[in-house]
Every structure is written in structure tokens, then in C-alpha cells.
């Protein structure tokens, strides 16, 4: 059983930066790839960014130049450096990790840009 806990979330003003942090605990083998979605009220979940156990990453049109995705597979902690926010990213942002034959989300931390 894996266990992901998400931390980071709040209300920023727009323009501002947060950083969210995930960190996987429990019977963890090896980590290929871990993601972050978001879902905003009224819309469906979409994929952030993606980053892989190799360093490949993959950023939405919409975060391109502002969020990073980073992993410390050491720690099997997962970030996502968000600057220049907008009140556009205001959403949910949850913590992927496919592992083994199942897919692990986290319980979600709100992100709120408002001035």
C-alpha cells in the first residue's frame, strides 16, 4: 500500500509563487513517473505537469514557463515550484503516482490566487 500526502496549497495573491510538496510513504519499489493534476470547480481533472524517474518532464500549454516539476527520489517526494500565479490556476491539485497495478492519488491541496 502506498500512501501520498500533499502540502503547500493557499491563497496567494496573483502573481505570487507556492510550492506544493508530495510525499509517498509505504511499499514503494520504484518510482517511474509521478504527476500533478488539478481540477477546478465545474471543469474535469487535468494533468499538469509529469515528471519521470529519469528526469523527463512535461508541462500543460498553460503552466509552461511558470510551474517546474521536480522529484527527490531519495525522499520519494514529489514538488511543483508554482510562480507568476494567476487567479486561472486557482484549482485542486492532486498528486499522481501510478505504481505496480494501481493508481495512487493524494487527497488534494486547494490553491487559491485571488487579490
Known amino acids: 500500500q502506498v500512501q501520498l500526502v500533499e502540502s503547500g496549497g493557499g491563497l496567494v495573491q496573483p502573481g505570487g509563487s507556492l510550492r506544493l510538496s508530495c510525499a509517498a510513504s509505504?511499499?514503494?519499489?520504484?518510482?517511474?513517473?509521478m504527476a500533478w493534476y488539478r481540477q477546478a470547480p465545474e471543469k474535469e481533472r487535468e494533468l499538469v505537469a509529469r515528471v519521470t524517474g529519469g528526469g523527463s518532464v512535461y508541462y500543460t500549454d498553460s503552466v509552461k514557463g511558470r510551474f517546474t516539476i521536480s522529484i527527490d527520489n531519495a525522499k520519494n517526494t514529489l514538488y511543483l515550484q508554482m510562480n507568476s500565479l494567476k487567479p486561472e490556476d486557482t484549482a485542486i491539485y492532486y498528486c499522481?503516482?501510478?505504481?505496480?497495478?494501481?493508481?495512487?492519488w493524494g487527497q488534494g491541496t486547494q490553491v487559491t490566487v485571488s487579490s
Open positions: 509505504g511499499s514503494i519499489f520504484r518510482i517511474s513517473i
Open positions: 499522481y503516482l501510478p505504481h505496480g497495478a494501481t493508481d495512487y
